[in-house]
T-cell receptor, first 112, second 115 residues
């Protein structure tokens, strides 16, 4: 079955370390997105990509980086510059406007 | 600029009672509107969407929503709540036409269902 896979489900890292979250989709969707979710704050857009080898900053891109070398993959790196990285991270994809997003099951990152 | 307002961060209903979750949006062009549901520690799942055509939209799990342009609203309803409906619900809006627009999400409404 087609879908989006985020891995790992839970991730623990020490403060000051970079960490990369994986997002893979086999839906043949062109666009992919990364959101951060904190209690009571809804979903905040970090980065998005409409096509391969191109991506744009969202509302809270500082301290994060992405790449889009393949249509199926959109990894997110949380760098040591991100001041408060502990959060639930969601990846999504869409095929076209009006089609809505398909979400992965999320990665909960805890930095200690 | 588009925006979405969900009235009430927490809503509590009794099992069997009507569920009403409110969503108001602002958009300078005809919108696409969505409702998503999120269970704890999971991703979001699409409940229903409005793009064009009939303004009353039916979704999964017995939910429905009505697009009211004059009120800029897209409230989510279910006639009879079930315990399994307890979750967080997000309303989202996107601009129609032209280049592909990103979804703008509301802050969510957490639904509790009392036995």
């Amino acid at each position: 079955d087609g879908g989006i896979t985020q891995s790992p489900k839970y991730l623990f890292r020490k403060e000051g370390q970079n960490v990369t979250l994986s997002c893979e989709q086999n839906l043949n969707h062109d666009a992919m997105y990364w959101y951060r979710q904190d209690p009571g704050q809804g979903l905040r857009l970090i980065y998005y990509s409409q096509i391969v080898n191109d991506f744009q900053k969202g509302d809270i891109a500082e301290g994060y980086s992405v790449s889009r070398e393949k249509k199926e993959s959109f990894p997110l790196t949380v760098t040591s510059a991100q001041k408060n990285p502990t959060a639930f991270y969601l990846c999504a994809s869409s095929i076209r406007q009006g089609g809505g997003y398909t979400f992965g099951s999320g990665t909960r990152l805890t930095v200690v | 600029a588009q925006s979405v307002t969900q009235l009430g961060s927490h809503v509590s209903v009794s099992e069997g009672a009507l569920v009403l979750l409110r969503c108001n949006y602002s958009s300078s062009v005809p919108p696409y509107l969505f409702w998503y549901v999120q269970y704890p520690n999971q991703g979001l799942q699409l409940l229903l969407k409005y793009t064009t055509g009939a303004t009353l939209v039916k979704g999964i799990n017995g939910f429905e929503a009505e697009f009211k342009k004059s009120e800029t609203s897209f409230h989510l309803t279910k006639p009879s709540a079930h315990m399994s409906d307890a979750a967080e619900y997000f309303c989202a809006v996107a601009e129609s036409g032209g280049s592909q627009g990103n979804l703008i999400f509301g802050k969510g409404t957490k639904l509790s269902v009392k036995p």
